[in-house]
């Protein structure tokens, strides 16, 4: 039995982690996904999968693909594709994207606008 049972998080060999005790002061811009449990206090731009966990804090705007938001985020979203607030979820932003999904017991504070992803 392992004893970080806990702490074990699964990444594929692309994925960019941020854990719960890193702090990131500035921008982030990467092409691949993101899984993020720290804090980051910055924008995040390009990524094509954001995942905020639970613990994590970002004070900064956020321009991905898609995005799930299980943790607090201070700024506003972009996502081509798909947002889903979980239930753990806070936002206080304004958010776009082509899909939105907010969970019950969700928190968020802003405007939204659903408009389609461009066709390429």
Same mark, same amino acid.
């Given at each position: ?5 806990? +702490? #074990?998080v699964e990444?594929?060999?692309s994925?960019?982690?941020?854990s719960?005790d890193? &702090? &990131?002061?500035g921008?982030i811009?990467?092409?691949?996904p993101? *899984? ?11 990524a +094509?999968f954001?995942l905020?966990g +639970?613990?994590?804090? #970002? =004070?900064?705007n956020?321009s991905?693909?898609?995005?799930k938001?299980?943790?607090? &985020? *201070? ?6 594709? =798909? &947002?889903?607030i979980?239930?753990?979820?806070v936002?206080?932003?304004?958010? +776009?994207?082509?899909s939105? =999904?907010?969970e019950q017991?969700?928190?968020f504070?802003?405007k939204?606008?659903?408009? =389609?992803?461009?066709?390429?």
């Amino acid at each position: 039995m392992p004893i970080f049972k806990d +702490k #074990i998080v699964e990444l594929n060999v692309s994925d960019t982690y941020i854990s719960a005790d890193v &702090v &990131v002061k500035g921008d982030i811009t990467l092409k691949s996904p993101i *899984r993020i449990d720290g804090c980051v206090n910055g924008n995040i731009s390009e990524a +094509k999968f954001v995942l905020v966990g +639970k613990t994590a804090k #970002i =004070s900064g705007n956020i321009s991905c693909a898609k995005c799930k938001i299980e943790g607090e &985020v *201070r700024g506003n979203i972009y996502a081509l594709e =798909s &947002v889903q607030i979980a239930e753990t979820g806070v936002l206080n932003g304004d958010l +776009k994207s082509a899909s939105i =999904s907010i969970e019950q017991g969700a928190k968020f504070n802003g405007k939204c606008l659903t408009e =389609s992803s461009p066709v390429k």
